[in-house]
């Protein structure tokens, strides 16, 4: 760990009225402060590693808004998150650890299968039948929680049908490279489906190749830098076996870290190219706008947007999203309260400290309603499975879509129902 990272910190305080978790409890080791103290503590060897350092640190989101609001750029989220690494280095991953992370993330085919028995859930109903009797409440929280976060699944994962190559409509500009995220291909296809649509239809050559594997993200979150290493290595050899002007990916937490494979596999060469081309959508489409405004079409829709912790924090992309709402004719566009603060999902977060994720969520969703639109835009899968449940399931539900969803929509110039 970089020990200068640690000594940067004032604590000045500039970071407290960002950070979900300190907002929430106003304790100080809640606090991206607060853990930057607990860290260097323990990387100068006063503070011994315990449970209850462990669970401290554990709490933070690495909703990075704190990195946001330093005047230093000390990033507590990422400090906390590299020495928690290191101790799981040392300790090793247990056994189902390395089923999830290891045989099952790397391997799309085997990702896909595993959601076939969810797909038949649904299809005979009987996820509606579980719901309606309460069958659930037999089961272990977290599982629980799991099944009520699960969205109506699309027939078949977006990677079995897309095209490897989708040709551009009109004069060809360029070609783009699309790395399609697990998440997105498994639950939100029509998203990305419509991500590919946009990008043709701008005069893009999109090339999404079938063997990417996941981007590294959930090891990541697992604290499994050796597998995320491995991820890092096979997509950026992958990606530049192509003659690519960018690397578009509609994914916030996956765009994230794409951006970190030159970092991550420090030195490497085409590893830092290939991050220098990862571009989020809204990037590009909001690069193309006026071809784009051409072709939209009126949605007169309310519409707020929720910036995704890993689109707005971690890579900074705050106006491109809003550019592009307000330029679809007749969309109203309300911006709410706070709109970068996390909405609690930070990926398995909200299965693994439900209490904190369901507090943060609860703020979230009282701001969305503030604004009394009825779509809420937002560009991270995590934050629409979080909010959909939220959202979507109450007595006046509020509409979760992709950016991409939305723009879609206007393109055909007609409201999802």
Excluded at 13 to 27: D, V
């Amino acid at each position: 760990m970089d020990y200068l990272k640690l000594i940067n910190c004032m604590r000045c305080g500039m970071c407290l009225p960002h950070c979900p978790t300190y907002k929430e409890t106003f304790l100080e080791t809640a606090s991206p402060r607060g853990r930057v103290a607990l860290v260097r503590k323990f990387e100068e060897g006063e503070l011994p590693e315990s449970e209850k350092l462990m669970e401290y640190l554990s709490l933070c989101l690495d909703c990075q808004a704190c990195a946001s609001a330093c005047p230093c750029g000390v990033n507590a989220g990422e400090l906390v998150a590299e020495m928690r690494c290191e101790r799981k280095a040392e300790k090793g991953l247990s056994r189902m650890e390395k089923i999830v992370l290891r045989d099952l993330v790397p391997h799309p085919d085997r990702l896909e299968a595993s959601m076939v028995p969810l797909r038949v859930y649904q299809r005979v109903g009987l996820q509606k039948m579980v719901r309606s009797l309460g069958v659930m409440k037999m089961f272990p929280p977290q599982l629980q929680r799991m099944e009520k976060l699960l969205p109506k699944l699309p027939s078949a994962p977006l990677r079995q049908t897309l095209q490897e190559v989708t040709p551009a409509v009109g004069k060809e500009k360029g070609t783009v490279g699309f790395f399609l995220g697990c998440v997105m291909s498994l639950l939100f296809s029509e998203a990305s489906f419509a991500t590919v649509e946009l990008l043709s239809r701008l005069g893009y050559r999109v090339i999404t190749p079938k063997a990417q594997k996941c981007c590294g993200a959930p090891n990541m979150l697992g604290l499994d830098k050796e597998g995320l290493l491995e991820a890092a290595r096979f997509n950026t050899d992958l990606f530049s076996g192509y003659d690519l002007d960018f690397i578009v990916t509609d994914c916030g937490g996956c765009g994230a870290e794409l951006k970190k494979y030159g970092e991550h596999l420090h030195g490497d060469v085409s590893a830092a190219a290939f991050s220098s081309k990862v571009r989020d959508i809204s990037q590009v489409l909001a690069a193309e706008k006026e071809a784009l405004a051409k072709e939209l079409k009126s949605l007169p829709l309310a519409v707020t947007y929720h910036d995704a912790c890993h689109i707005a924090h971690c890579q900074g992309i705050r106006l491109e999203p809003r550019t592009l709402l307000k330029m679809i004719p007749g969309l109203e566009f309300r911006e709410m309260e706070d709109p970068d603060a996390c909405c609690g999902s930070a990926g398995t977060y909200n299965i693994e400290k439900p209490e904190m994720a369901d507090k943060v969520l609860r703020r979230k969703v009282d701001r969305v309603r503030k604004t009394g639109a009825k779509y809420l835009v937002t560009g991270n899968p995590g934050c629409l499975l979080q909010l959909k449940q939220a959202l979507e399931s109450e007595e006046e539900p509020i509409k979760v879509l992709h950016l991409t969803e939305l723009l879609a929509m206007s393109l055909k110039g007609g409201v999802k129902g």
